[in-house]
């Protein structure tokens, strides 16, 4: 998990683009830029300049080793996911606000996908699959274990995740599963 304390980090992942690209990045790990662009149909010129800007900021990264010649270039996620941290400024709690725009719109088109498409899927993977709400009456610090309670569950599922992808090693029936939560208070 990288820690985000600068701005600038964040407003290259304020663009809609940039964050479908990432997204995709981290569902299908390694790939080339031509693939990006066929899977976001888009410009492998266009693709390959949103990607720049995401390397300027190590948001991604080459794996030179995996291409073929010169002219193929192997992208990936360069790291497990990101976290905001004491961003305070007015400036910065603006970018924030973009940037978390833009994620939860993420993250509720990747919901409406799979609710479109999920009858599709093999029978196991649809009976695996979850979702859920609770209504919850908790204090802030309450809150606050029941965060770091959800984040210790998925830690090591985090871990072995990363393990898979460094190491290239997976079972066949492996396939990206996407986790989102979120816990908030709302007025009565």
């Known amino acids: 998990m990288r820690h985000i304390d600068d701005p600038d980090v964040l407003k290259v992942m304020t663009s809609r683009f ?4 990432f997204s995709l990045l981290f569902r299908i790990g390694p790939v080339t830029v031509s693939e990006l662009a066929r ?5 492998p010129g266009q693709v390959s300049y949103h990607l720049r800007q995401m390397q300027r900021h190590d948001l991604i990264e080459d794996v030179p080793e995996l291409a073929r010649d010169s002219r193929e270039r192997w ?5 497990g996911g990101l976290a ?14 973009a940037w978390s ?9 990747r919901l409406r996908d799979f609710e479109r498409t999920h009858m599709t899927l093999p029978e196991d993977w649809q ?7 609770r209504h919850l009456r908790l204090t802030s610090d ?12 998925l830690k090591p599922w985090r871990e072995l995740t990363q393990s898979r992808v ?23």
């Open 101 to 109: 725009s833009q994620w939860v719109i993420d993250q509720f088109e």
């Open 84 to 97: 905001v941290v004491d961003l305070k400024t007015p400036e910065a709690r603006a970018v924030v606000r």
């Open 127 to 133: 009976d695996a699959s979850f979702g859920s709400s």
């Open 75 to 79: 992208v990936r996620a360069a790291m």
């Open 18 to 21: 940039r964050m479908k690209l």
């Open 39 to 43: 899977r976001m149909d888009a410009d």
């Open 166 to 188: 460094e190491s290239g090693e997976a079972p066949p029936d492996t396939r990206p599963i996407f986790v989102f939560y979120h816990a908030f208070p709302e007025d009565p």
């Open 142 to 153: 309450e809150l606050a274990q029941l965060a770091d309670q959800l984040n210790a569950v």
